[in-house]
């Protein structure tokens, strides 16, 4: 027998035999199976919260929480460990054991963690005082990673900046975007950078001001530690102070969670976090109906200018508020806008849309909010919001002072609303809310039964078309010392699924 012909049979035997085990491995369920991408149950993800506060009178709750799915809840772990301390550019000096115990995995997270989730529908909270209340790294595996969030929460009655600061923790990445930033002498903002890896990140901050980008390279190249957080006074990375400033942040190495702790002196302050990736069209939800003042910051990142339709969408309907129905952003430079008290007495939302001419620029936003007056003041932020997706989760809500706002720019839309037990105890209760198009709904957010502690939030999105939202924490009396504190956060998908692309056996690839 000649070698082709036994090679040829070699060939065949082979492909048979690989065709046999492919058949035999083959799902009988799944992307595989049906020839569709399908969405699965994430079995890892991280968190990153910045440092709250250097202030000895802050007072700091930390909640998380992982909604319940119909993954098994038998094995899973979600655990917040505390972040080194660094400097900008500065490496930390560390032992070999703190090394070890820093670098995390399951018994650096069992020795050193923080706030741990022990199973899925129950929050957890712990609290931590003063000015060392560390940024936290997190992470989560298993039937706990699927929606696994968190939040922080500070008050302090004090200092510059004094009020109600917010932010909710998120996960890492390499690109954001931050318009409502400044530089001017009532103003602190820092620019926290939080590493989770084992590497150093390399981040590079641009600065863009009314007339364009500010020079500074001191803002180029900034090293990150490992499993550290970095504090950046942005007034130090430019000597021209600049009232309304849009911070532009990439990590040229590794990757970093990051956001704006804006502190002013005459009017509190609160965490800017990162506006949704540059967009035709942005939303800004949940502006409060007492709100006092409103200014409106927007940058055009790319080489053409934006022309936008500004539309405030209330509970009646969308206007256009009156003498600022439109708005021009040139290529570069950052655009701002007093609204003034803006929503008269009725919630709404900021919806930004190109003009007829204008094509599809991208754009980012965000508003800064003012609700009191006089020495009574207090500020927050509310950046450009992605769309809720499929579910969104919201952590440290109380029975008093939290309210929930949900937009629908385009369609009408239903979404069902589902508060946890508490964190010392209660049943879950849920509610589902029509959205009408153009429309912000202030949602009457359900309260658990017999409610102990503090609870989340999720939104879901059932029918209709996509959903912004928001929700906003206050707190009044002997506690805010008259003043009326409030923090604002987006809701955004949860993370909880990932979209596995179909995949089946190929032979074509064993003939090439």
């Known amino acids: 027998m000649k070698r082709t012909t036994l090679s040829l049979i070699a060939a065949g035997a082979a492909l048979a035999a690989v065709t046999s085990v492919a058949a035999v491995a083959a799902p009988e369920e799944g992307p595989a199976a049906t020839g569709k991408a399908a969405q699965q149950p994430v079995e890892r993800t991280s968190l990153l919260c910045p440092a709250p506060s250097s202030s000895e009178l802050a007072e700091t709750t930390y909640t998380a929480y992982t909604p319940k799915t119909e993954v098994s809840s038998d094995s899973g772990t979600a655990a917040l460990v505390p972040a080194a301390r660094s400097l900008a550019g500065k490496d930390d000096k560390k032992d070999d054991k703190d090394d070890k115990d820093d670098k995390g995995g399951k018994e650096g997270e069992e020795e050193k963690s923080f706030l741990a989730v022990k199973k899925q529908g129950t929050p957890v909270t712990t609290e931590e005082n003063g000015s060392g209340a560390p940024a936290l790294i997190g992470l989560a595996e298993g039937s706990l990673a699927p929606g696994w969030s968190a939040q922080q929460t500070t008050h302090f009655t004090a200092g510059v900046g004094r009020g109600l600061h917010g932010a909710a923790c998120s996960a890492p990445d390499t690109d954001f975007w931050f318009p409502g930033a400044s530089t001017v002498e009532d103003r602190s903002d820092y620019l926290h950078l939080t590493n989770p890896d084992d590497a150093a990140a390399v981040v590079d901050i641009e600065l863009y001001g009314k007339d364009g980008a500010l020079d500074s ?4 190249g900034i090293q990150v530690p490992p499993r550290s957080s970095v504090p950046v006074l942005l ?17 040229r190495s590794g990757r970093v969670a990051a956001a704006v702790q804006a502190l002013d002196q005459k ?3 609160d965490w800017l976090t990162p506006s949704a990736e540059p967009a035709a069209s942005v939303v800004l939800p949940g502006i409060p109906k007492d709100a006092t ?15 936008l ?3 405030l969408a209330g509970p009646n309907g969308a206007l256009s508020p009156a003498g600022n129905e439109t708005l021009h952003l040139k290529s570069g430079m950052t655009t701002a806008v007093d609204l003034a008290d803006v929503t008269r007495g009725e919630p709404g939302s900021l919806v930004l849309t190109p003009t007829g001419d204008s094509g599809n620029t991208p754009v980012v936003a965000a508003v800064r909010v003012i609700r009191g007056k006089g020495a009574d003041q207090e500020s927050a932020f509310i950046p450009a919001a992605r769309p809720v997706g499929d579910r969104a989760t919201v952590t440290g809500n109380g029975a008093k002072g939290t309210y929930l706002s949900l937009t629908a720019p385009g369609k009408a839309a239903k979404v069902r609303v589902t508060a946890s037990a508490g964190t010392g105890g209660g049943t879950a209760a849920t509610k589902t809310y029509s959205v009408g198009a153009g429309r912000t709904l202030a949602a009457d957010v359900p309260l658990p039964d017999s409610l102990k502690g503090t609870y989340a939030l999720t939104v879901e999105t059932v029918s209709g078309g996509p959903v912004h939202a928001s929700r906003t924490l206050t707190l009044s009396g002997a506690a805010a010392d008259g003043i009326p504190m409030f923090t604002v956060q987006n809701l955004t998908d949860d993370r909880g699924t990932v979209t596995v692309p179909a995949a089946r056996p190929e032979m074509g690839v064993l003939l090439d």
């Open 235 to 251: 007034s130090t990375l430019t000597g021209k102070p600049q009232t309304n400033l849009t911070v532009h942040v990439t990590a």
């Open 293 to 307: 003042a409103v200014r409106l910051v927007a940058f055009a990142p790319g080489s053409a200018d934006a022309d």
């Open 267 to 269: 009017v509190g302050g």
């Open 217 to 220: 390279e001191v803002g180029e």
């Open 309 to 311: 339709k500004v539309s």
